[in-house]
């Protein structure tokens, strides 16, 4: 799987959308781009993914640059109970996932 | 459907000890997954499952059994309990393997001490 990068940590104010960027510059053609977050310490949960197209869901919106090197997770209307790490992966198979250190994001009134 | 469910939630144990963290989906998913968690860290596979019957080794095995019995349980071993085994240990499960096709759902996870 590709290696991807992200900011260690992020502010966003209430109400505000959040932008949390990604690079994968090592990305191949059949990877899927897949976002995760994970709430304090419990189990993380499904966000959304994405292959070359922009996709939204009632969760988030993912914006992939047409190189496919870096993309983009918004949330739309950030609230308190969005603070979480959010987790960028990029693999070819959905059943084994390599987790980096993600992205702490603080959303503060 | 109650989803991904782990047993305990909190186990503590003594070094050389072995237990077994148990995990159940009730989703009938085929593929099921055990990654740890250290402090600071992302999640690491253990082992996964692509079947009953089929099991494999992922990035961390080494100190950890798992067998498939049946489609809805997929129990992680300790063999004997040392304390670089201290972690939150999550179970999940998908629908499939296809990188497009679907999501893994993660168990609330298990948090083990070994002192």
């Known amino acids: 799987d590709a290696k991807t990068t992200q900011p260690p940590s992020m502010d966003c104010a209430e109400g505000r959308a959040a932008n949390l960027p990604c690079n994968h510059s090592?990305?191949?053609?059949?990877?899927?781009v897949y976002w995760y977050r994970q709430i304090h310490s419990q189990g993380p949960q499904y966000i959304i993914h994405?292959?070359?197209n922009n996709e939204t869901n009632e969760m988030a919106s993912l914006i992939i640059t047409e190189d496919r090197k870096s993309s983009t997770l918004i949330l739309p209307h950030a609230t308190l109970r969005d603070t979480a790490v959010y987790y960028c992966i990029v693999t070819g198979t959905a059943s084994k996932l390599t987790f980096g250190t993600g992205t702490r994001l603080q959303v503060t009134l | 459907n109650a989803g991904v469910t782990q047993t305990p939630k909190f186990q503590v144990l003594k070094t050389g000890q072995s237990m077994t963290l148990q995990c159940a989906q009730d989703?009938?998913?085929?593929?099921m997954s055990w990654y740890r968690q250290d402090p600071g860290m992302g999640l690491r596979l253990i082992h996964y499952s692509v079947g009953a019957g089929i099991t494999d080794q992922g990035e961390v095995p080494n100190g950890y059994n798992v067998s498939r019995s049946t489609t809805e349980d997929f129990p992680l071993r300790l063999l004997s309990a040392a304390p670089s085994q201290t972690s939150v240990y999550f179970c999940?499960?998908?629908?499939?393997?296809?990188?497009?096709?679907?999501?893994?759902?993660f168990g609330p996870g298990t948090r083990l001490t070994v002192t």
């Open positions: 994405g292959l070359k």
């Open positions: 989703m009938n998913h085929e593929y």
């Open positions: 999940a499960s998908s629908y499939s393997r296809l990188a497009g096709m679907g999501e893994q759902y």
């Open positions: 090592t990305i191949s053609g059949n990877e899927y």
